[in-house]
């Protein structure tokens, strides 16, 4: 344990040392807050912010492998793997300290956007079990794209294929999930169970519903299986570089 909050600690503290975090930061903050501006803190504009938690879903899949792309990447490309894989931390440690690390530095990101519900607490009357359902939503989502990012940082050297590899499985699953229900590619037989497949598996719609204040125990499980699914995948790369 204590290992792995210091494998967790040395990872936070290295996106406020590297100028990385902080762009990260600033690009979502500015993205969140034009888009605040713009569609949501308007005069006659409901008091919600549903609208920006579906557009997170968007930012996510574009920042959070940003966020992880450099975890274990940069220590294959610096040689220090070998220190890490020789310590007496052991990859699961290693995995979900890093991991930690990534969703403390997402929790801080989030942490501006509750200016938005002071401004709508001030112009308008929120529906806090909405915002709260849908910040448990964001943070569920987040997991997610981060544990998939650092799958990917565990596979390659080069921190630009690990952010590529991230985005396009994301974006390839989205689009599945959403087409190909419409395309028709499949036999008539196939295409009523393969819909309702490829709809549970769109996290679109799973995070649609917590926007909505509807905490589903299925989407929470969705989230939390991809997430641990992906971990479990992450220990297992990164415990295979170990005995090569």
Known sequence: MSQMLAIAGRELRAYFLSPGGYVVAALFILAEGWFFVRYVFGQGETATLRPIFAFSMLLFALLCPA???????????????????????????????????????????????????????????????????????????????????????????????????????????????????????????WQESWSDILFALDPDLRLRDFTIGLLDTANVVYFCSITLVLLVASVGSLDARRWR
């Open 67 to 189: 966020v992880t792309m450099r975890m274990i990447s940069e220590e294959l490309r610096l040689g220090t793997i070998e220190l890490l894989l020789t310590s007496p931390a052991s990859a699961t440690a290693v995995i979900l300290g890093k991991f930690i690390g990534a969703l403390g530095f997402f929790v801080l990101l989030l942490s501006p956007t509750l200016v938005f519900v002071a401004a709508l607490e001030i112009y308008g009357r929120p529906d806090y079990g909405e915002l709260l359902c849908g910040y448990l939503g964001l943070i569920l989502a987040g997991c997610a794209f981060l544990a998939s990012g650092l799958l990917a940082s565990t596979l390659t050297a080069n921190q630009v294929v690990a952010y590529l590899i991230t985005v396009f499985f994301w974006i390839i699953l989205i689009l599945a999930t959403k087409g190909l229900p419409q395309a028709e590619l499949l036999p008539t037989q």
